[in-house]
């Protein structure tokens, strides 16, 4: 931490990587004159369309490609230096995973490559494997997986080391949209937790979830950077939220609207379709239906998901621990309601040195970003670095989750 | 260390896994017993052994190198073609530890193999004589001559000597005036040193031939030496039969004089065909107690033709040095340090060539090991005019190279029960692990250069 007094987790000064072709000839400039600041306990993501140089970027930081010009510090040191990325989970693009190991020995095979002593693989592996939904299938080699399922292993694989930054590329691609709910909720409560997440994405929809702040590449160029809010908010429009109306209160407001010279639209708020069809989903894991796939737990809202996620990242994070019990299985292996307590306890019962726990309370607020010097219009950037919206939500969430706990 | 591990229990998994593995595996559980029951040799039980041993050893050494090479390029390079290395080199692992896990799986699965074959190959030969009910005369020639490690002696032939011999030559000639202005003196001294050679092995009628060795140390006195010759007539008589006798023990009782015998000296009158090889033996205790050993061959007048005996395989004293199955390890230890020889060629060429560029590289260096006495031959014949470029950058090239023929040739022990004695076999192992250092710092040096996730345009 010399460069920036652990200010950021990442930190890049004139990227630039420039790929050639066979006989040294520069041909394609995939990253070009990279400034990324990527703040401690922030949600990053790096949006652009296919080849705009999202993945080159997370390739450069974790020392897979080395740039043309410019230098990446990644938690205040280099990324191939072993020691940074002991503190770092990383999922590729695709999971590329060994075919011929079954999910278990694929684990166990990474935390090895951690260091990690087999008493903490074997409790961690438990945790993850019924995290990811794919505790009944640790037997089975990858090879048979899906690609969604595959896609979770890689996700464990990424969280094994109980990373302080988690680099992912595409995280939801390939996944259900339960899988990839799961994705973005386990983001939002890693982040809860004070991890940095910094993610490639081009399923926009997701993105703007689980962001606090993106970049929008295009042509391995930065176009835009800023907060979600900042960036998305309509300064055009308001829009109002209540229950079912009666018709003269709904007339009296068109009133009010009218006399004020503004226009007036009613009609009834659409349910997400990701939510409608986690609804359908969890109404079938409820009446039994054998499935071959992955199994998730399936909470009913968001509070509950919130709620199961942040127990399972208790377990993941704490220092001390209760001794392991037998992780309880519902009746019904595909419905789970409440995961059990000791899951993430099991995963951090032996906490490495490079792991340093994460006290729930004292979660830092995300601090305000100073204006960017380089590359940026500064009047844009301007507009771009109010920061509340995040932890805004974040704070909802805990007092919703509280309210349910309570009940 | 316990990433190293790791990366080595992974690949050594992914080989079980891998079919090429079990189809070797198979092969050889196949072919193993089949041999043993098929091969014929020249008929005895020895040649029936002797033509196992050499095939089952053979074909064990060259299906467990060809696998090596095949399991040792594909681990590293398909972790790079199907990108697994992304989520390896990731992780705080080093690169070269990475290198070593990958080289060690491979040796891991090697151990097991050839553990494993060399165990059914070993049984099998003990087995044999049993099976075939062998009794008698042939089992104890046989013992005598395979289930033993025999030490060999050859003729050391002194250039020293014969330096100064052909030298007494020349002043002969020149004294006498023989000499012929038109020849040079190097061309006249090499034909005098190569008649000296020439004579130091060969027996007019009448003549003899002496060999003289130090530090022969028979196993057990009461064994037996072996005296194993070949020789060539400037006549050969219709019958092809030449009368000699062999004297063996320390000459120097003779030569000096001694007031008593302290050792025995053995006489043997034989009639042996020219051109075949033949083998004789007297009691060990004919080896004097300071490990001085001659041994005489007069050539009887009658035969009236000059006896030679080839300078290559033309003489040679054999005598008990160690067991059978002290030899058998030891050549299965050298077989062991070739495959490790090839495991670190294999992951080493990885680093940094596809798979099937460095398979063919591994194979080519193979090939180059079974034939490479041509090979330095035909460098050195083409090295005299360059000779700088040849010692500094040809000859290292050509050391790096393993060496399975001639006198590096294991099964070739094993077959005539000589001993792989303690320094040739200390050299040879010593010799092939470094060389497998020096390659796998190569590839550590390479690997750790090396852009992983590289895309050339």
């Known amino acids: 931490m010399t460069e920036n007094n652990g200010q950021f987790a990442i930190e890049t000064f004139s990227l630039t990587k420039i790929f050639a072709d066979w006989w040294g000839r520069s041909r394609v400039v995939a990253v070009d004159n990279l400034n990324l600041k990527v703040r401690n306990n922030q949600v990053f993501g790096l949006l652009g369309p296919n080849g705009s140089g999202k993945t080159t970027i997370l390739k450069m930081l974790l020392g897979l490609l080395h740039p043309t010009r410019g230098r990446a510090v990644v938690l205040g040191g280099d990324g191939k230096d072993p020691k940074i990325s002991a503190q770092i989970g990383f999922l590729p693009e695709e999971s590329y995973l060994y075919s011929y190991l079954n999910a278990r020995e694929t684990l166990d095979f990474y935390g090895s490559l951690f260091g990690l002593n087999s008493r903490v693989r074997k409790s961690r592996i438990d945790a993850l494997l019924d995290m990811v939904g794919l505790a009944g299938m640790a037997n089975r080699p990858i090879g048979t997986f899906s690609k969604g399922m595959a896609r979770r292993i890689g996700l464990a694989q990424a969280l094994i080391n109980d990373p302080k930054l988690l680099i992912l590329d595409e995280p939801t691609s390939g996944l259900d949209p339960i899988g990839t709910r799961q994705i973005k909720d386990l983001i939002v409560e890693l982040a809860r937790r004070g991890k940095t997440i910094l993610l490639s994405s081009h399923l926009l929809a997701d993105a703007e979830e689980v962001c606090d702040r993106v970049a929008i590449l295009y042509g391995g160029l930065v176009q835009r950077e800023g907060s979600v809010e900042e960036l998305l908010e309509r300064k055009d429009k308001t829009q109002i939220t209540t229950n079912i109306l009666t018709d003269r209160a709904m007339e009296q407001i068109r009133r009010i609207v009218e006399k004020d010279g503004g226009e007036f639209e009613v009609k009834p708020p659409m349910q997400k379709l990701e939510s409608f069809f986690i609804d359908i989903v969890r109404q079938a894991q409820q009446a039994k239906r054998p499935t071959s796939g992955a199994m998730n737990r399936l909470e009913a809202t968001d509070a509950e998901r919130a709620a199961a996620m942040s127990n399972v990242l208790d377990k993941l994070v704490a220092a001390k621990i209760e001794p392991s019990e037998k992780t309880e299985q519902a009746e019904v292996e595909t419905v789970k309601i409440r995961p059990d307590d000791d899951i993430l306890g099991k995963l951090t019962q032996e906490p490495q040195q490079i792991t340093e726990p994460v006290v729930r309370e004292k979660k830092p607020e995300t601090p305000e970003l100073p204006p960017q010097q380089d590359g940026i219009k500064k009047d844009l950037l301007n507009e771009l670095v109010k920061p509340k919206g995040f932890t805004e939500r974040i704070k909802k969430k805990d007092k919703k989750t509280e309210e349910k706990k309570n009940e | ?457």
């Open chain 2, 1 to 457: 260390m316990s990433r190293v591990w790791a990366v080595a229990k992974n690949s050594f998994v992914s080989a079980m896994r891998m079919k090429t593995a079990i189809v070797f595996m198979l092969l050889l559980i196949i072919l193993l017993p089949i041999l043993s029951i098929t091969s014929t040799g020249d008929g005895t039980i020895k040649g029936r052994i002797q033509s196992f041993i050499s095939y089952g050893l053979g074909l064990t050494g060259f299906l467990l190198s060809i696998l090596t090479i095949i399991v040792s390029c594909y681990t590293l390079s398909s972790d790079i073609k199907h990108k697994q290395i992304y989520t390896v080199v990731t992780k705080p692992i080093r690169r070269f530890e990475l290198i070593l896990g990958k080289t060690l799986g491979v040796v891991l699965l090697d151990t097991l193999l050839l553990l494993v074959f060399s165990s059914i190959i070993y049984a099998l030969t003990l087995q044999m004589p049993r099976l075939t009910k062998t009794k008698g005369d042939e089992l104890v020639r046989l013992n005598n001559e395979f289930f033993t490690a025999r030490a060999s002696l050859k003729p050391d032939i002194d250039e020293q000597v014969i330096e100064t011999k052909a030298q007494k030559s020349y002043k002969e000639l020149q004294r006498s005036g023989q000499l012929n202005d038109s020849r040079s003196k190097q061309a006249v001294m090499q034909e005098l040193k190569d008649i000296a050679r020439y004579s130091m092995h060969s027996a007019e009628p009448g003549g003899m031939v002496i060999w003289e060795f130090k530090n022969v140390k028979p196993f057990d006195s009461n064994d037996n030496i072996f005296v194993r010759f070949k020789f060539e007539a400037s006549r050969i008589p219709p019958d092809k039969n030449i009368y000699g006798v062999w004297y063996v023990g320390d000459y120097r009782q003779i030569k000096y004089g001694q007031e008593k015998m302290k050792t025995p000296i053995y006489a043997a009158p034989r009639k042996d065909v020219v051109k075949t090889v033949q083998e004789f033996q007297v009691p060990a205790n004919a080896v004097a107690a300071d490990g001085y050993l001659a041994v005489v061959f007069y050539n009887e007048p009658m035969n009236d033709s000059t006896i030679i005996f080839p300078q290559e395989d033309g003489f040679e004293v054999l005598y008990r040095a160690g067991n059978f199955g002290l030899n058998f390890v030891r050549a299965t230890l050298i077989i062991f340090a070739r495959l490790v020889f090839f495991a670190a060629l294999g992951v080493s060429l990885s680093t940094w060539l596809g798979f099937p560029v460095a398979v063919m590289c591994s194979l080519a260096v193979f090939f180059t090991g079974v034939i490479n006495g041509f090979i330095i031959g035909s460098f050195a014949y083409l090295g005299e005019n360059v000779s700088l470029f040849y010692k500094y950058a040809v000859e290292p090239m050509i050391w790096l190279l393993p060496k399975f023929d001639q006198g590096c040739n294991i099964s070739k022990y094993i077959i005539d029960a000589k001993l792989i004695g303690t320094a040739f076999f200390a050299v040879t192992i010593a010799g092939l692990a470094v060389k497998s250092a020096i390659l796998l710092v190569a590839g550590f040096i390479i690997f750790a250069r090396r852009e992983i996730a590289k895309v050339i345009v």
